[in-house]
């Protein structure tokens, strides 16, 4: 995660010619006193790329993402509710940005999005005891 914000402030290395493009878009749904966040996968290792809190207004952005296939997920969680949004598979392309807008939908599975160990992987389902 920290690479592609240091990417976005200031640049990648000038040898590295797939890097970057830009993920931008808007979260909505009733997420009035919600926590959202948005995270974006490798597409084959499921290893964790960049993720972000969206402004009050819905709206991200997520700058130094790498080109190449992604998994981007949004989800937010509140004092009794859950909401998440299914995976939504993007292509990011050096010096373009990539649109996706999300509806988040109250979710009955239980799922919490987690970071988890120095690998920076998301945790598994977390399941009620």
Known sequence: VDSSSIKATYGPRPDD???????????SGNLTGMRALLWIEEADTGRLIAAT???????????????????????A??????????S???????????????????SKSGVRGQLLGTSMQLAGPRHPV
């Open 53 to 75: 809190v969206p402004d009050k207004d819905g709206s991200y952005r997520l700058d130094g993402v790498p080109e190449g296939d992604f998994l981007l997920f949004a989800s």
């Open 17 to 27: 010619v797939k890097c970057c493009g830009v993920v931008s878009g808007r979260i």
């Open 77 to 86: 969680e509140g004092p009794f509710e859950e909401f998440a949004s299914e």
């Open 88 to 106: 939504s598979k993007i292509v990011v392309t050096v010096a373009d940005i990539t649109k996706k807008d999300f509806v988040l939908r109250a």
